[in-house]
Structure formats: C-alpha cells, structure tokens
C-alpha cells in the first residue's frame, strides 16, 4: 500500500475512535454505564437502537455471525442496544468485525456507522408491567375481515365537500362524522343540529351485538371516523365529559396501532389495539386518563408474537422490536349526553368546573407534629437511600435523566441543590440556572 493509503487508513481509524469515545461518554451521561478497555463477554453498540429505526431482528441477523447471543437488550427510544455473547473471544470478535461498520436499516433505507464498546455487565431495570387503565377493554377480532372490508368501503372520503374543509384543518388525519359533527375549535358538539342520515345503516347489526354484549348501556348516535396513515396521529385529549356519556367505544379497521394513556399523576400505558379489535372506554378510563397517537411511522411492542395481540407494551428491554404502520381507520362511537356531567373526576369535568370544595393545606399545629414530620418525611428517608448512596452518587438518578430528557427545547431549568443529576449536563438543550 502507498503512503496515501495508509494516511487514508489512519485518518478512518481516528474517526472512529473520536466516535467510539463519544458513545462512551454519551452512554456515561444519560445511563451511569462505564464502558471498559478490556475485552469481555458484553458490549454497547451505538447508532443500533430502536430510537433510531434498527429493528431486532436486522440487529441479532448482524450479532449472530460472530458467535451464540446470549442476551440481546434493546432499550425503548434508545439509539443504542447491549449484546452479551457466550464468551469473550466471541464478543472480541464482533467488536473487530463490527467497530466502525456501515449497515443500511433495512426499515429506512438510511446507511449509519456502529460503534462498539466492551462493558462489564448489564444490568438495566424494565419497568413493573402495568396494568389497563380501570373501565378499559380491548377485545380482539370483534369482527370478520368481510365486515372490516364493508365498513371500510361505505365511507366515502371523495363525495363531501364539507369533509375535504374539515380536512383542511386536521392535517393529522382524515375525519368524517355522523348524527352530530364534533367541532374541534371548542371540542363539543352542537347538540341542536344532528347531521342528517344518522349513522350509517352498516353499523346497526355491530352497535346491537355490542349492546347484547354490555360493553356499552347506550346506543350511539354519534359516530366519528378518522383515517391515519403512517406518520400520523392525535394529541392527548380526554372527551369532553358533557359533549358525551360514559362508554366510548372504537373499532380499528385495516391496521393495528399502538394508543398512549396517561394519568394525571404521570401514570403511562401503551397499548395494542390489533386489527378488527373494540377499544372500550369506560369509568376511570373514559374520564380521567388522556388518549392519543403519537405521530411516527413506527411502533415500538413486544417481540414476541410480533406484539400484534392485545396488551400493554411494558419496557422489557429484551423483548422490543419496531412495527411498521399502515393505514388505520377508526370508527368512534358516542351516545351525545342530554343533561350536565356528575362523574367523580370534576378537576377535569367541565360541567363541573369552579364546583371543587377548596381544600386548604395542612400545616402541623405544634412543635411535637412537626417534629413527627421531620423523622417520618425526612429521616426515614435518607436512611432509606443511605445503604445504596455511595454506588448511585457519582451517576445522575434515572428518574432526573427521564424528566430532564422529557422537556421541550429552550426549556429553563432552576438547579436548588436537590440532587442527584450529577450537575445536570444531561440535555443540552435546556438552559441551566
């Protein structure tokens, strides 16, 4: 080889340790994981996430080459993933073959470069599986494909001028309405001008059989179909609770999809709804939590059995791959409410909002209450954290790096020495005060 070459060689092999070593660091920062020089049976190969489209199985096809897979974790919204071989000539191996190799994704067509990294042992925390949202159900294959493709084919998304309008203003998705329109600019429905038709005759045999079945007490007069292609979804809402009463129901047409659930104390679920299955929202469900889709292109769900069957999608890390979406259609059913909501949730009720008794805060009354407060809320405590403080002070707690990663761009961020995020560089698109 000439003296050119080998610069060239030089110049490449510079390149990627600069980016070895910013994986390193990177892996540092947002997970307290030390990647080590020496080799072992574990290694972190960065730019081969679910967070930036590699899919588990392309991944494990790459990692298998060079030896049994013991193990192969793959973080949710991660670009990074953690392989544990059988030994470690086998991982020293993959780290030869691999560090600095261009793969194309075979999901996105886009080519990235891995970078590998030896560390000492893995051991990452899945999430306590979580349970539906109380008055939820989802049950599968409510209907036969020659329903699905009949309700599909009796909605004529060409014909209504008033639907290409409203289409205008929900660049989301496709939407069209029957018995009443919803009105998206206040979220309601104007119960004085009902659509004329009603619903669509197709739908009387599916609305009496969920009747027969309980899943709803009311039958609907009100029905919503929304159209979402790959890449698109809806913000977080709960319904209006006096536009409608308490059962919800929506039936998934041409495609699954994964909804987002969250409660007001922070609580999240994602959950599956496969193809021909009823969502039913109820209760707690229907009222309090919030529902929507996130707009991608791509579901993270569990590996196993594709993820296509109901439930919820926990963060076993050894247990996610990426779904490719197709075009859904939804159709919603409501029964429009004729009277105020009564519900038990009225911080979140419009019928019933300035309508909450103030609670006022409690203060302790003497020195003795205070002092009981100080041992139970402050003391007990820090004896709790004392026995693990010294292995988790020099990392930042998942918990601050979760909350810190979750903030918008620009945001402000007060530092009042509460501890511990370990100086807090971990989003550097916030501002630090």
């Given at each position: 080889k000439t003296s050119k070459d080998h610069l060239k060689i030089h110049k490449m092999k510079k390149k990627v340790l600069k980016k070895q070593v910013r994986a390193q660091h990177t892996l540092m920062r947002h997970e307290g994981i030390e990647c080590i020089s020496h080799a072992t049976q574990s290694l972190v190969i960065a730019n081969a996430g679910l967070g930036n489209g590699m899919s588990r199985h392309q991944l494990l096809r790459i990692v298998e080459e060079y030896g049994l897979v013991e193990?192969?974790?793959?973080?949710?919204?991660?670009?990074?993933?953690?392989?544990?071989?059988?030994?470690?000539?086998?991982?020293?191996?993959?780290?030869?073959?691999?560090?600095?190799?261009?793969?194309?994704?075979?999901?996105?067509?886009?080519?990235?470069?891995?970078?590998?990294?030896?560390?000492?042992?893995?051991?990452?925390?899945?999430?306590?599986?979580?349970?539906?949202?109380?008055?939820?159900?989802?049950?599968?294959?409510?209907?036969?494909?020659?329903?699905?493709?009949?309700?599909?084919?009796?909605?004529?998304?060409?014909?209504?001028?008033?639907?290409?309008?409203?289409?205008?203003?929900?660049?989301?998705?496709?939407?069209?309405?029957?018995?009443?329109?919803?009105?998206?600019?206040?979220?309601?429905?104007?119960?004085?001008?009902?659509?004329?038709?009603?619903?669509?005759?197709?739908?009387?045999?599916?609305?009496?059989?969920?009747?027969?079945?309980?899943?709803?007490?009311?039958?609907?007069?009100?029905?919503?179909?929304?159209?979402?292609?790959?890449?698109?979804?809806?913000?977080?809402?709960?319904?209006?609770?006096?536009?409608?009463?308490?059962?919800?129901?929506?039936?998934?047409?041409?495609?699954?999809?994964?909804?987002?659930?969250?409660?007001?104390?922070?609580?999240?679920?994602?959950?599956?709804?496969?193809?021909?299955?009823?969502?039913?929202?109820?209760?707690?469900?229907?009222?309090?939590?919030?529902?929507?889709?996130?707009?991608?292109?791509?579901?993270?769900?569990?590996?196993?059995?594709?993820?296509?069957k109901v439930g919820t999608i926990t963060a076993d890390v050894g247990d996610l791959t990426l779904n490719r979406r197709e075009t859904r259609t939804s159709f919603t059913f409501r029964k429009v409410r004729r009277s105020p909501c009564n519900c038990i949730y009225p911080s979140v009720c419009d019928s019933q909002k300035g309508q909450q008794r103030q609670v006022q805060p409690s203060f302790p009354h003497n020195e003795t209450e205070a002092s009981k407060l100080e041992q139970e809320y402050v003391h007990r405590v820090y004896e709790e954290i004392a026995r693990h403080f010294s292995s988790t002070r020099h990392s930042p707690w998942p918990q601050i790096v979760e909350f810190l990663r979750s903030l918008p761009k620009g945001s402000i961020v007060a530092d009042v020495g509460c501890g511990n995020g370990k100086y807090l560089g971990i989003n550097e698109d916030l501002y630090m005060v």
């Amino acid at each position: 080889k000439t003296s050119k070459d080998h610069l060239k060689i030089h110049k490449m092999k510079k390149k990627v340790l600069k980016k070895q070593v910013r994986a390193q660091h990177t892996l540092m920062r947002h997970e307290g994981i030390e990647c080590i020089s020496h080799a072992t049976q574990s290694l972190v190969i960065a730019n081969a996430g679910l967070g930036n489209g590699m899919s588990r199985h392309q991944l494990l096809r790459i990692v298998e080459e060079y030896g049994l897979v013991e193990t192969l974790l793959m973080p949710p919204n991660k670009p990074y993933s953690f392989v544990k071989y059988g030994t470690t000539e086998e991982a020293k191996k993959a780290f030869d073959a691999l560090n600095g190799k261009e793969v194309t994704l075979e999901d996105f067509g886009q080519n990235i470069v891995l970078y590998m990294n030896f560390v000492e042992k893995v051991l990452w925390q899945n999430a306590v599986p979580t349970s539906f949202p109380p008055g939820l159900m989802v049950i599968e294959k409510i209907i036969s494909p020659e329903e699905e493709r009949k309700m599909l084919e009796s909605i004529d998304w060409i014909e209504d001028e008033d639907m290409q309008n409203a289409q205008k203003t929900l660049k989301h998705r496709r939407v069209k309405h029957f018995g009443y329109e919803f009105c998206y600019d206040n979220n309601n429905v104007d119960k004085d001008k009902p659509l004329p038709g009603g619903l669509p005759e197709i739908c009387d045999l599916f609305l009496e059989k969920c009747l027969k079945q309980g899943y709803i007490r009311h039958k609907p007069d009100q029905l919503t179909v929304n159209q979402y292609e790959p890449g698109q979804g809806i913000p977080p809402h709960i319904d209006t609770h006096s536009a409608f009463e308490d059962e919800i129901i929506s039936l998934s047409l041409g495609a699954e999809i994964v909804m987002d659930f969250k409660h007001p104390d922070g609580r999240t679920v994602a959950i599956m709804l496969p193809r021909c299955s009823l969502l039913v929202m109820a209760g707690e469900s229907r009222y309090l939590w919030t529902h929507g889709i996130t707009p991608r292109k791509y579901d993270v769900i569990q590996a196993s059995e594709l993820g296509l069957k109901v439930g919820t999608i926990t963060a076993d890390v050894g247990d996610l791959t990426l779904n490719r979406r197709e075009t859904r259609t939804s159709f919603t059913f409501r029964k429009v409410r004729r009277s105020p909501c009564n519900c038990i949730y009225p911080s979140v009720c419009d019928s019933q909002k300035g309508q909450q008794r103030q609670v006022q805060p409690s203060f302790p009354h003497n020195e003795t209450e205070a002092s009981k407060l100080e041992q139970e809320y402050v003391h007990r405590v820090y004896e709790e954290i004392a026995r693990h403080f010294s292995s988790t002070r020099h990392s930042p707690w998942p918990q601050i790096v979760e909350f810190l990663r979750s903030l918008p761009k620009g945001s402000i961020v007060a530092d009042v020495g509460c501890g511990n995020g370990k100086y807090l560089g971990i989003n550097e698109d916030l501002y630090m005060v």
